[in-house]
């Protein structure tokens, strides 16, 4: 089993920036791909990016692209979200996932089994 908590949402002001960090514990995250994925108010859960075991291979949603940056820290078991440049829009609970999913479908929150409980981002315009 893998545990995974989320740190480091808050309240901002359009264009300023967050850090967020999902800490996993339970086993290591050998081989696992780490996705974050978003969910405002009334609508679906969105995936936002993703990186794999080595940090090789990275996805971006085109929402975010240019303005957000995923990371991980195998020695930590440890995957960071730096977010910058925020807008309102942006403002969702944001979920940590890890998997060992198919690489290819990784922006699919559906390939991954273990999920952190949310930390809650909002962006004042």
């Known amino acids: 089993q893998v545990q995974l908590v ?3 949402g808050g309240l ?3 264009g300023g920036s967050l850090r967020l960090s999902c800490a996993a514990s339970g086993r290591t995250l050998r081989a696992y791909a780490l996705g974050w994925f978003r969910q405002a108010p009334g609508k679906e859960r969105e995936f936002v990016a ?4 080595t ?3 990275i996805y971006y949603a085109d ?8 990371s991980r820290d195998n020695a930590k078991n440890t995957v960071y979200l ?3 440049s925020l807008k309102p829009e942006d403002t969702a609970v944001y979920y940590c996932a890890a998997d060992r999913t198919n690489w290819a ?3 699919s929150s559906g390939e991954y089994g273990y999920w952190g409980q949310g930390t809650q981002v909002t962006v004042s315009s």
Request: charged share 15%; no cysteine; hydrophobic share 45%.
């Open 50 to 53: 993703a990186i794999s075991w």
């Open 6 to 8: 989320e740190f480091g």
């Open 63 to 70: 929402s975010v692209k240019g303005r957000f940056t995923i």
């Open 82 to 84: 730096q977010m910058n």
């Open 12 to 14: 901002v002001q359009a």
């Open 105 to 107: 479908s990784a922006r």
């Open 55 to 57: 940090g090789g291979a």
